[in-house]
């Protein structure tokens, strides 16, 4: 790790940032399953135990990446919003804006996006400091599904969902409480779109559309359409797909 140039203090304050982005590089070539310290510390030209230091187990490290994809894709989605917002777009717009966003990450990032989205990691178990960064996507989705209803944009749904509630108070806490009927299952229909999404970038990333369709970025917008069509929420498609 080449330091010249920089004081004792300045190296250490980057080493975290250092690390990672070796990870990062690592992910790509090994895996999450595979990533070491002995690894990172191999390819950072460091002595495992100036990695030790900064991250004290493999799991501190993934956790670290966790947290940054996480906070990165949703920041990448925050931002798209609010370029919509700003253009003074409806809420289906700003879905499609936002959804082709974290497309657009997913894609460029695509061991992230292995790390959060792809299978478990294998003895690896995701601790609470995760979950407000993950909350990230599902929070800007349920922000213009709450803009829609506000607005009048959503057409009721045609199904009740059965039975006793089927969410838990995080949910509800997250989308602001349980509208009154016909939008009382808002919440799930939510829920139901996000699955959707991430199992399409799914299907996209991981090359299993590839060999059905002859243009993946327009059927992403189409497939968020149909999906949005669940909400009540019509998306537009046929624009850009840049």
Do not use: C
């Not at 229909?189 to 799914?202: A, K, T």
């Amino acid at each position: 790790m080449d330091v010249s140039g920089t004081s004792a203090t300045d190296e250490n304050a980057g080493l975290p940032e250092a690390i990672k982005a070796t990870a990062r590089q690592l992910l790509v070539k090994l895996g999450a399953g595979g990533l070491t310290l002995e690894a990172v510390a191999g390819d950072s030209n460091l002595a495992v135990t100036e990695v030790e230091a900064v991250f004290a187990h493999r799991d501190d490290l993934l956790t670290a990446l966790v947290i940054d994809a996480y906070d990165e894709s949703g920041a990448a989605m925050e931002r798209a919003d609010r370029a919509a917002v700003d253009a003074g777009a409806p809420a289906g717009a700003r879905l499609l804006a936002v959804t082709r966003a974290l497309r657009r990450w997913s894609f460029d990032n695509q061991a992230e996006f292995t790390l959060i989205y792809g299978s478990p990691v294998p003895d690896y178990h995701a601790p609470e400091d995760t979950v407000p960064p993950a909350s990230r996507t599902p929070a800007v989705l349920a922000g213009i599904v709450r803009s829609a209803l506000e607005a009048g944009e959503l057409t009721p749904p045609r199904r009740e969902v059965p039975g006793p509630p089927l969410l838990l108070p995080e949910a509800v806490q997250l989308f602001g409480g349980v509208p009154e009927a016909p939008f009382s299952d808002i919440i799930e229909r939510g829920i139901v779109l996000w699955s959707n999404l991430i199992g399409l970038l799914v299907f996209q990333v991981f090359s299993r559309t590839h060999d059905s369709v002859r243009d993946e970025s327009a059927f992403f917008d189409y497939a968020i359409a149909v999906a949005a069509e669940s909400i009540g929420l019509t998306v537009p498609v046929g624009g850009s797909t840049d």
